[in-house]
T-cell receptor
Framework: QQPVQSPQAVILREGEDAVINCSSS?????VHWYRQKHGEAPVFLMI?????EQKGHEKISASFNEKKQQSSLYLTASQLSYSGTYFC????????????FGKGTKLTVNP | DAGVIQSPRHEVTEMGQEVTLRCKPI?????LFWYRQTMMRGLELLIY????????DSGMPEDRFSAKMPNASFSTLKIQPSEPRDSAVYFC???????????FGPGTRLLVL
């Protein structure tokens, strides 16, 4: 089942913060976050495994709430280079092994 | 490493023609994934392989689509016959193991007229 991402789009000024959410109706084993710039391939940002951990990558961090079956991506002090579409990919338990991606959140950072 | 290599990068064909997309995964990666991306449906997994064996092809839209992985360094996705609704960007991705980071190739932009 496809995870639901919110918001669908967000526009920021450079230096502002943003949060992107990813929710699933099914129990999750892991959540993967990717960023895709226009005309390019998705690029891996981070993986979060069940256990409620939080991870960081430069000024981009994420959390995973296993009970709520959701993950959030936090972008702090956004830079122009953060512009793109962010996808979460969720993996269910039971050895399903495949990712199901949300429809994406388009982030635009303006000067 | 060169990353995941896909060819062709662009393909324009006419309805009814056979289309073959090619992928070379990152050396040493044991899992390979084929995705299709459209504005309407987003990024959809078509099929994935572990150690050259197809594990899940439930995302393959219909019998017109087939995929093979004859060895660890090469995979093909074939559409025969192609239809305009197959127009999309097709990505190949590979990972060390199926539950780990996936590295995407640059994609093949397919346009079926």
């Amino acid at each position: 089942q496809q995870p639901v991402q919110s918001p669908q789009a967000v526009i920021l000024r450079e230096g502002e913060d943003a949060v992107i959410n990813c929710s699933s109706s099914k129990a999750l084993y892991s959540v993967h976050w990717y960023r895709q710039k226009h005309g390019e391939a998705p690029v891996f940002l981070m993986i979060l495994l069940k256990g409620g951990e939080q991870k960081g990558h430069e000024k981009i961090s994420a959390s995973f709430n296993e009970k709520k079956q959701q993950s959030s991506l936090y972008l702090t002090a956004s830079q122009l280079s953060y512009s793109g579409t962010y996808f979460c990919g969720t993996e269910g338990g039971g050895g399903s092994e495949k990712l199901v991606f949300g429809k994406g959140t388009k982030l635009t950072v303006n000067p | 490493d060169a990353g995941v290599i896909q060819s062709p990068r662009h393909e324009v064909t006419e309805m009814g023609q056979e289309v073959t997309l090619r992928c070379k995964p990152i050396s040493g990666h044991n899992s390979l994934f084929w995705y299709r991306q459209t504005m309407m449906r987003g990024l959809e997994l078509l099929i994935y392989f572990n150690n050259n064996v197809p594990i899940d092809d439930s995302g393959m839209p219909e019998d017109r689509f087939s995929a093979k992985m004859p060895n660890a360094s090469f995979s093909t996705l074939k559409i025969q016959p192609s239809e305009p609704r197959d127009s999309a960007v097709y990505f190949c991705a590979s990972s060390l193991r199926s539950q780990e980071t996936q590295y995407f190739g640059p994609g093949t932009r397919l346009l079926v007229l």
